[in-house]
């Protein structure tokens, strides 16, 4: 099972950079990788809360849903953190498309 999530990963990953390259004269490759640390960085946080709720909790149904609750509200609250902080990101824009965030805000 170990070589089939390698094979996996290495077969993501050819994907992602073939996709970059094809694209690379369409959008700033900088500036997205970027923005690609702050939810890098959201991600790793997420993960350091859900598997300290786990190292707490134990194993159990009601463990995996405080889990992804929790980890969501987690995640979510410090990606806008960083959206609003830099007036810019997924969440942002689309609630500006929705023109329910301006620039006031």
């Keep these: ?9 290495f077969s993501e990953l ?7 390259y094809l694209i690379k004269k369409e959008i700033n490759i900088f500036d997205t990788l970027s923005r690609l640390v ?3 960085f959201s ?3 997420m993960f350091i809360i859900v598997r300290v709720i786990g190292e707490l909790l134990g194993v ?17 609250t410090i990606v806008l953190i960083f ?5 810019d990101g997924l969440l942002i824009n689309e609630l500006k498309k929705r023109n329910l965030f301006t620039a006031d805000n």
């Design 1 to 9: 099972s170990i070589g089939a999530s390698i094979g996996t990963l």
């Design 14 to 20: 050819s994907v992602t950079l073939t996709q970059i």
């Design 38 to 40: 702050r939810y890098l």
């Design 43 to 45: 991600g790793i946080v």
């Design 60 to 76: 159990s149904v009601i463990t995996t849903l405080v889990q992804i609750v929790i980890g969501f509200i987690a995640y979510v």
């Design 83 to 87: 959206e609003l902080i830099k007036r």
